[in-house]
């Protein structure tokens, strides 16, 4: 993360830490209850890292800003870009209280694999039918643009993709600035006015969301068809930093940390699973700790071992199974958390029929199960290295972390292990607690939107 954070240093980085433009955070309600929401244990740990710190001013402004109360208010665009699918969100904020009204939109495969020009005009269409639908077509409102892929910011609406992933591979787009294709999409159509306020990835929403309501969040993480993570960082300590440092001296840090491991720091633990699923990736050699931990990759790593335990005759009786088990990516991430979820083995059968297994034993049922806890909770352990390394990064007494992501959301044991495991990985001194996002990349979008239009009324 140092590496990524320095000038001269960032170049070689893999975790490249890219300064989202996004400084400050939502000061809607909830600010002055922070505390008291917090335990008197934690408040004294607090104190006390105050007391034989320097860092007194940072935490006493801390302090004082939760009971600093401006609500944004307005209506606000969302669009949210990251996978095979994409959202439009129009949302109402009113003195604390949110209304949101969304419609999901396709992205079929010839445009995920076509033009830049061809993504973009699809999008501006989209929003134009939704604007048209909830009668706002005739209004010009802010739109927060979420953008999940890696992205080099040179402003809050000025970033440059950096590359591709999840299966996206758009010519004409890498090293262009997506803002402008998206403004120029809209343009081309003439039937909306949409301002873009802000670009933000899904991480970045993600926190915005919780920190809504509860401003100690200072970290983001995704886990979900993909992975990365963001957090609030000094400015002292960005050295890729060339805006202003005024007040607040902090922004949020996407750290693109899908490609820890690209240098070759995590040969040591990936297996022969995890080389075959990279080699088969339309980005092989990249996103290495992403294809250990994300949805997107660990129900083919299960169908893998499983496969090989066949060959070795330790599963299905070694007899040949059928081709939808041959099949790449035919085991969905999804049976992973069905199995776990039940606490026999009815859920397994039912997975390996709908896979044309028709005549698995407990004991084979047993085996996949067994498979499904290994790969799920290797994925939990690292996302807890992750953000134990981030929780330290903070070093702050106490942190609320923003989570979202259907893995997160939908496997069972998850958050258990997520915590277990960060508990054991800093220091007891230090609280955390893990805050489930409320639609972050909708509605993150939305706030950062809402906070930049309110910076700006703020500076006139």
Not at 8 to 20: C, G, I, L, R
Not at 353 to 377: P, R
Not at 414 to 432: A, G, Y
Request: a negative charge; one cysteine or more.
């Amino acid at each position: 993360m140092n590496k990524g954070l320095g000038k001269e240093t960032n170049p070689e980085a893999t975790v490249k830490m890219f300064p989202t433009y996004v400084r400050q955070l939502p000061n809607g309600k909830g600010k002055a209850v922070c505390l008291l929401l917090l335990s008197s244990s934690v408040l004294s740990s607090w104190f006390r890292v105050i007391s034989r710190t320097n860092t007194c001013s940072s935490y006493l402004a801390d302090i004082s800003s939760f009971f600093f109360f401006q609500t944004e208010n307005g209506k606000f665009l969302a669009l949210d870009l990251g996978g095979t699918n994409f959202r439009v969100l129009l949302i109402e904020l009113d003195d604390g209280k949110v209304h949101m009204e969304s419609k999901i939109f396709a992205v079929p495969q010839q445009i995920m694999l076509g033009t830049g020009v061809q993504l973009f005009d699809h999008i501006a269409e989209c929003l134009s039918h939704f604007m048209k639908e909830f009668q706002v077509a005739c209004e010009t409102l802010p739109l927060g643009f979420t953008f999940s892929f890696p992205c080099r910011q040179q402003g809050l609406t000025k970033a440059s993709l950096f590359q591709w992933t999840k299966g996206f591979n758009c010519s004409g787009v890498v090293g262009e600035d997506v803002v402008q294709l998206l403004r120029s999409a809209i343009k081309r159509r003439s039937d909306v006015e949409i301002d873009v306020v802000a670009l933000v990835n899904d991480t970045t929403g993600t926190l915005m969301s919780c920190a809504y309501k509860n401003p100690c969040c200072m970290i983001g993480v995704i886990m979900g068809t993909g992975s990365n993570a963001c957090y609030m960082e000094s400015l002292d300590n960005v050295e890729l930093w060339s805006e202003d440092r005024n007040d607040p001296k902090q922004v949020i840090i996407n750290c693109e940390w899908g490609a820890f491991g690209d240098n070759g720091v995590l040969d040591f633990v990936r297996t022969e699973f995890d080389h075959i699923v990279d080699a088969k990736s339309v980005n092989a050699g990249r996103q290495m700790y992403e294809k250990m931990i994300s949805g997107m990759y660990m129900g083919e790593i299960v169908r893998l071992a499983m496969v090989r335990l066949v060959r070795e005759g330790l599963l299905f009786e070694g007899k040949n199974v059928s081709d939808l088990v041959l099949e790449p990516d035919r085991f969905f991430t999804k049976y992973i958390s069905e199995i776990e979820q039940d606490k026999g083995l009815n859920s397994a059968r039912l997975v390996l029929e709908e896979l044309g297994i028709l005549d698995a034993t407990d004991e084979d049922c047993e085996k996949v199960k067994c498979l499904c806890t290994v790969v799920s909770t290797r994925a939990a352990n690292l996302t807890a290295a992750g953000i134990a390394s981030l929780i330290l990064k903070v070093n702050r007494p106490y942190v609320t972390v923003g989570i979202d992501g259907s893995v997160y959301r939908f496997h069972p044991h998850f958050h258990d292990r997520l915590v277990d495991k960060i508990r054991e990985l800093i220091p007891e001194e230090i609280k955390f607690e893990i805050m489930l996002s409320e639609d972050g990349s909708g509605k993150g979008a939305a706030l950062v939107a809402a906070v930049a239009v309110r910076s700006k009324r703020e500076l006139v």
